[in-house]
T-cell receptor, first 113, second 112 residues
Framework: NAGVTQTPKFQVLKTGQSMTLQCAQDMNHNSMYWYRQDPGMGLRLIYYSASEGTTDKGEVPNGYNVSRLNKREFSLRLESAAPSQTSVYFC????????????FGSGTRLTVV | QKEVEQNSGPLSVPEGAIASLNCTYSDRGSQSFFWYRQYSGKSPELIMFIYSNGDKEDGRFTAQLNKASQYVSLLIRDSQPSDSATYLCAVNPQGSNYKLTFGKGTLLTVNP
């Protein structure tokens, strides 16, 4: 049982480049989330998806887009990367009916130069 | 802005002692509360969740909730060096539909 799988684990981008972070879960959870974690700032919600076919903005959505491709997959896209987007990105999933606690992926460490 | 506050630490305790981690939250209508453990360079891992006032025990861990005081804590009994990590408190604010708000975490160091 893999849980939540994120790819890639590490990435270096140049300013202005684009990339997509992939996330997939095999726990049949309805809800999926993208957070970023920065030193001194904690975990901040970028986007979330309450169920397949729905997405909504979180606390820090600027510069990002998301796609809930199906129930398993939730991707995060940076259209034009900026140094301020250097961070560790975590995907998570949950099922409110099962307590609502998140299962996190292993994270993507992104550096924008 | 719904906030979750934690002492950043570091909190240092000797092996075998009780470690006490504290968290306060601003949204009085918050429904559920979670404690995560995060080792350096790793992802957060759910330790416990609590919904009702009082204590909830799971092995060496006890979560305590006081909704009137808007306070939740985590006690770790018989602390081990392997408990050294950052502990994140997370809250499900009223109406947020499980979009959790996280505290910045408390770094715990257990000294052998």
């Amino acid at each position: 049982n893999a849980g939540v799988t994120q790819t890639p684990k590490f990435q270096v981008l140049k300013t202005g480049q684009s990339m997509t972070l992939q996330c997939a879960q095999d726990m049949n959870h309805n809800s999926m989330y993208w957070y970023r974690q920065d030193p001194g700032m904690g975990l901040r919600l970028i986007y979330y998806s309450a169920s397949e076919g729905t997405t909504d903005k979180g606390e820090v959505p600027n510069g990002y887009n998301v796609s809930r491709l199906n129930k398993r997959e939730f991707s995060l896209r940076l259209e034009s990367a900026a140094p301020s987007q250097t961070s560790v990105y975590f995907c998570a999933s949950s099922e409110p009916g099962q307590g609502g606690g998140y299962t996190f992926g292993s994270g993507t460490r992104l550096t924008v130069v | 802005q719904k906030e979750v506050e934690q002492n950043s630490g570091p909190l240092s305790v000797p092996e075998g002692a009780i470690a006490s981690l504290n968290c306060t939250y601003s949204d009085r209508g918050s429904q559920s509360f979670f404690w995560y453990r995060q080792y350096s360079g790793k992802s957060p891992e759910l330790i416990m969740f609590i919904y009702s006032n009082g204590d909830k025990e799971d092995g060496r861990f006890t979560a305590q909730l006081n909704k009137a005081s808007q306070y939740v804590s985590l006690l770790i009994r018989d602390s081990q060096p392997s408990d050294s990590a950052t502990y994140l408190c997370a809250v499900n604010p009223q109406g947020s539909n499980y979009k959790l708000t996280f505290g910045k975490g408390t770094l715990l160091t257990v000294n052998p």
